[in-house]
């Protein structure tokens, strides 16, 4: 179980993380089973956890006036989920995280990462790390939700994520791109054939 997360903080880092490191990791981060629909955080819920995907996908989400899911992430396995405002400023989430599919991940309490883990010089260059790595993923998603055609924005997350089409039904990366699940299906059925003729 933890070998995942080890080998996920290895790949980031100039020299692998030594034995202490792993002491503590195992100490400090807890395995956690969530069920397929069952919410790491819903909306109004303070977040106090961070949790790290070892098998399984979440999407992050907020209702509309209608009540209808409006996605504004996709999770998969080595992605990390956390609601960053909630957790920083201690106050109620304006969005749900749920897993997609069942899925296995290591929690830690953000009083456990602030008391044992931000002060480690690993921590402070992994944080490092991904915050560069998820503004580079959040501008991404900007860019393509910009895009004026709707088969531009398809193609270019297949570029970026192409392991989204993989995991995700359509509705979900159709919702993601900010598009109908008819206009989604309509281009990607195009996409697909034009891909076949070549």
């Known amino acids: 179980m933890y070998s995942k997360l080890i080998l996920y903080f290895n790949s ?3 020299s692998p993380i030594d034995s202490e490191e792993i002491r503590l990791i195992k100490e400090i981060f807890k ?26 996908s979440f999407k992050q989400f907020y209702l509309d ?5 409006k996605i504004t992430d996709l999770f998969i396995e080595n992605c990390w989920i956390r609601n960053n405002e909630s957790i920083l400023k201690n106050i109620p989430s304006s969005y749900y995280i749920q ?40 501008l991404k998603h900007i860019y393509i939700n910009s895009l004026p055609v709707a088969k531009q924005k398809i193609k270019e997350l297949e570029n970026s994520r192409p392991e989204f089409f993989q995991e995700f039904p359509q509705h979900l990366i159709a919702s993601y791109l900010g598009l109908t699940k008819e206009t989604y299906s309509r ?12």
């Open 187 to 198: 281009i990607r059925n195009g996409i697909q054939k034009t891909n076949k003729l070549f």
């Open 65 to 69: 006036e209608k009540g209808e899911e």
């Open 99 to 138: 897993a997609y599919r069942r899925s296995e991940i290591l929690v830690v309490t953000q009083e456990d990462a602030e008391k044992y883990l931000l002060n480690e010089p690993f921590i402070i260059e992994i944080c490092r790390i991904l915050l560069e790595k998820k503004s580079i993923q959040l």
């Open 31 to 56: 395995h956690r089973t969530v069920l397929k629909n069952q919410f790491f955080i819903q909306e109004g819920d303070v977040n106090k956890l961070t949790g790290f995907i070892v098998k399984g």
């Open 12 to 14: 980031l880092l100039s």
